[in-house]
């Protein structure tokens, strides 16, 4: 099976930085990544699926890019709603794995 | 708007069997592939398993000979059972609706999850 490797696992960082979160696929897997960003006690929330497409309502800042094995998400300039859990996720042959999630702090 | 949500018991005692349900209200049933999600307290995420309206269903490897998954299409509700469950079962369960795009699949409307405590 396909594994997800996220880095950092963790990071802190300031309101209006640009951020950069990495997912790495164990083989190519194309533009099969999509991005998640969950809140405390809330449901995962798709930010962007086939890895650079911006899911509907999802505020232009996010963006993402990759293919092969190699993915980023991209916040441009964080907001104080950004803060959360963010997760990457890839589906191949009826099945779907998660990277283990990168939680992004205030600083 | 589609809206997702869970149903059921609270708390399994061990070696049962864990029953969920999730209604699905603003879309048929029939349109969409939809997945059972859980996440344990403080940790990641992972699938368990899909399943259309026709009843074809696909789960993950790792939980395959403990799940069952069924859909009811009058009642626009699909379940989910998880049997003889310990206490490495405790987490909270999302269902979730599939969104097939041009490269893949991904969870596009989730419900706001139930947290299930297996427990004595």
């Known amino acids: 099976a396909i594994q997800l490797t996220q880095s950092p696992s963790s990071l802190s960082a300031s309101v209006g930085d640009r951020v950069t979160i990495t997912c790495r696929a164990s083989q190519g897997i194309n533009s099969a990544l999509a991005w998640y960003q969950q809140k405390p006690g809330k449901a995962p929330k798709l930010l962007i699926y086939d890895a650079s497409s911006l899911e509907s309502g999802v505020p232009s800042r996010f963006s993402g890019s990759g293919s092969g094995t190699d993915f980023t998400l991209t916040i441009s300039s964080l907001q104080p709603e950004d803060f959360a859990t963010y997760y990457c996720q890839h589906f191949n042959i009826y099945l779907y794995t998660f990277g283990q999630g990168t939680r992004l702090e205030i600083k | ?120």
């Open chain 2, 1 to 120: 708007q589609v809206q997702l949500q869970e149903s059921g018991p609270g708390l399994a005692k061990p070696s049962e069997t864990l029953s969920l349900t999730c209604t699905v209200s603003g879309d048929s049933i029939s349109s969409y592939y939809w997945s059972w999600i859980r996440q344990p307290p403080g940790k990641g995420l992972e699938w368990i398993g899909n399943i259309f309206y026709s009843g074809n269903s696909n789960y993950n490897p790792s939980l395959k000979s403990r799940v069952t998954m069924s859909v009811d299409t009058f009642r626009n509700q699909f379940s989910l059972k998880l049997s003889s469950v310990t206490a490495a079962d405790t987490a909270v369960y999302y269902c979730a609706r599939v969104y097939s795009s041009s490269w893949s699949d991904a969870f596009d409307i989730w419900g706001q999850g139930t947290m299930v405590i297996v427990s004595s």
